[in-house]
């Protein structure tokens, strides 16, 4: 078992701002909640076991959570998962490394190649990767992390003035929280995978967060990049089932998509489900004109677990 990372060997700056800074998503994620957050916390319920949340992304809901609660996220991308790690094990050297970065197209577009090198893996270390990633999706355009079928990262550079790639306080308060264990050790699990790994582990008196990728609204809207195989429709009606068989198993559960009357339909049953309908702002459009107010639907079994919503 792995022991909490001692910060006594750090600054005093690292050790106040652990104390001081409250956690925030370290990268811009597609479809990220911390526009929504008060919509979520307001109906997360009382749970007497694990936060689990199996689409994590950015975090901002998990950030939410108190971090002496024992909690599970997962990612279906290894690279972000890997970036969690580097970031609780290695907070320095993460920061270090991020230092070595400079906000030039030409730079960017050096960085952003390393992943087209037969050898990418095996001649970085865990902690440039990371720092490539936090780096890339703080200087492309608009934010984004996405890859193309190859698994290669595509966003092209943004000519921002001054992104904040760095960003060592929050950096540190997300460490802290991640470090913020037992005496069984973490509070927080990292896995990496199919979300089923995750929501197979849970049991009456857990609660699951789930935030997969968003059923399209259009045709053209569809972004489902953040991994190689996507996630379509069929995807969405096997969720759907999970959710079924988690609500049979006595597991609360809520779940955020778009409002779309695909997913409506999915969700119809009202012996199982309730569906709230609430406006967020769109994050991510490659127009501005196109980022505005959506309609997104926050779906519970709360009624059909017996749990009891705040």
Excluded at 9 to 24: C, L
Excluded at 31 to 42: H, V
Excluded at 105 to 119: K, L, N, T
């Amino acid at each position: 078992m792995r022991e909490r990372l001692d910060y006594s060997e750090e600054t005093d700056m690292f050790t106040k701002i652990q104390a001081s800074v409250s956690p925030q998503p370290f990268v811009k994620w597609a479809g990220g909640k911390r526009a929504l957050l008060s919509e979520i916390q307001r109906r997360i319920p009382e749970y007497s076991g694990r936060y689990i949340e199996p689409f994590v992304g950015g975090g901002a809901v998990f950030f939410s959570q108190p971090a002496t609660a024992q909690k599970i996220i997962n990612d279906f991308n290894p690279d972000l998962i890997e970036v969690y790690k580097a970031i609780r094990d290695k907070p320095k050297q993460l920061v270090e490394e991020l230092k070595k970065h400079v906000n030039s197209q030409s730079h960017f577009s050096e960085v952003r190649s390393w992943d087209r090198r037969a050898d990418f893996r095996k001649s970085t270390t865990p902690v440039e990767r990371a720092a490539r990633l936090i780096f890339l999706n703080k200087t492309c355009f608009n934010g984004l992390y996405r890859v193309n079928s190859n698994g290669h990262f595509n966003v092209p550079f943004a000519h921002s003035k001054n992104p904040d790639f760095t960003n060592q306080k929050n950096l540190y308060a997300v460490s802290a929280f991640l470090n913020t264990s037992d005496k069984n050790g973490f509070m927080t699990t990292l896995m990496a995978g199919d979300y089923r790994s995750t929501t197979a582990k849970a049991v009456r008196g857990d609660f699951i967060y789930l935030d997969p990728p968003y059923d399209p609204v259009s045709p053209t809207s569809a972004f489902v990049a953040y991994q190689k195989a996507g996630f379509n429709r069929q995807n969405q009606i096997e969720l759907r089932d999970e959710l079924i068989r988690l609500t049979e198993e006595g597991v609360a559960v809520l779940l955020s998509n778009s409002d779309t009357p695909f997913i409506e339909s999915l969700y119809a049953d009202s012996e199982f489900f309730h569906i709230d309908r609430v406006v967020a702002n769109r994050a991510i459009s490659a127009k501005a004109s196109s980022r505005g107010k959506v309609s997104e639907v926050l779906v519970n079994n709360f009624r059909a677990t017996g749990v009891e919503a705040k």
